[in-house]
């Protein structure tokens, strides 16, 4: 029996104002890097690490919605970030704009944080087999 979400997604103007904010985090955080000079083989490395938070959905559908919702928060990026800079730390800048923009990308595509009644229940709405489901057979 699937539970019924605990959140409702935001939609319209809200949600394309969302996805806008990861576009915008996106081409910051890719310009910053550029900026600062470092290497693309590092971030085509990296960029889809974040991702790995999806093995916490092993342990079902709670742990991997908080597993996966700090990873894909932009607070950890900010206090790596914040740590790196002011330990003068290039990796841990480098390290932490990659994974912004990972979080950025994610937002942009329409990938939201994660409800626990499910992978597919996000705070932007419905996404893989949710959405598939929620629309019904085509025709």
Known sequence: MGEVPSTVAVAGPVRWWLRAEGLVA???????????????LLFAVLLLAP??????????????????????SYVLPALLF??????DS?????????????IGMDR??????????????????????AARRAAGPAG
């Open 51 to 72: 991702d790995l938070a999806m093995l916490g959905y092993l342990r079902g559908p709670a742990v991997g919605a908080a597993v996966y919702n700090v990873v894909h």
């Open 108 to 129: 942009a595509l329409g990938f939201g944080l994660k409800d626990r009644a499910g992978f597919g229940f996000t705070h932007l709405g419905l996404s893989g087999r």
């Open 82 to 87: 914040a740590a790196g800079w002011l330990g």
């Open 26 to 40: 996106l081409v910051a955080c890719v310009a910053l890097y550029a900026r600062l000079g470092n290497g693309w």
């Open 90 to 102: 290039a990796l841990a800048v480098a390290l932490s704009l990659i994974w912004a923009a990972h």
